[in-house]
């Protein structure tokens, strides 16, 4: 598995290498100059966009209604048996670190796997992970159509129609509101780490 995800994390960095990619931001770029580490200065705001899902009271939301406050955005889906559980995890204590600064954030969980998770099931998911957790799904054309707008990865692997994987990537993505996409984090970065580099983005805004 490793060395699927390790394939995955080569695949996301060659769709960002359509043009001339940098991952630091030099200091007189943007006011988040200080807060960078991963974060792409040029070409990033191609990263992210419009979106239509549906939540998990079966509601039609945009990327605006979702955005509403800092959030840590990720792509997954509720059968994931070992990838997501921690990540989302590792997302829902960096939003609980953070509260305890006093910056409110919203962990978004948008499925890649639209045909078993149905908004019920989006929201239970939801319900377990964290209080504020916003999840999201929809048709296949919607999920593909945020998907393609943060440049991620996912493929249905062959197995029985209820018991399959679904290879992905794994990054997470700060997105703030009005502005969008600023950075994202990879799976190593712990929720102290995470939630540092939120603070920074908010206290700069």
């Not at 079966?58 to 921690?86: H, N, Q």
């Not at 919203?106 to 989006?122: G, L, N």
């Not at 692997?157 to 992905?168: F, I, M, S, T, W």
Request: negative net charge; glycine residues 8%.
């Amino acid at each position: 598995m490793t060395r699927l995800y390790s394939l995955l994390a080569v695949l996301f960095i060659a769709v960002l290498a359509g043009g001339t990619w940098f991952f630091t931001r030099s200091s007189g770029e943007d006011k988040f100059a200080q807060c960078g580490g991963s974060t792409i200065a040029s070409g990033g705001d191609t990263i992210g966009g419009p979106f239509e899902l549906i939540n998990a009271k079966g509601e039609l939301v945009t990327d605006r209604d979702v955005f509403t406050e800092p959030s840590i955005l990720y792509f997954g889906y509720t059968f994931c048996p070992d990838v997501c559980p921690l990540d989302v995890t590792r997302n829902a204590d960096a939003v609980d670190l953070l509260a305890e600064r006093g910056i409110s954030t919203t962990p978004v969980f948008v499925s890649i796997d639209p045909e078993r998770d149905t908004p019920e099931v989006m929201g239970d998911y939801a319900e377990n992970m964290h209080e504020k957790m916003i999840a999201l799904t929809g048709s296949l054309e919607q999920v593909k159509a945020a998907s393609r707008a943060y440049k991620t990865y996912f493929k249905r692997q062959p197995g029985d129609e209820d018991y399959y994987l679904v290879d992905h990537s794994t990054f997470a993505y700060l997105v703030l509101p009005e502005i969008g996409f600023v950075d994202f984090f990879r799976r190593d970065e712990t929720p102290e780490q995470v939630a540092d580099k939120v603070s920074c983005y908010v206290e700069n805004m």
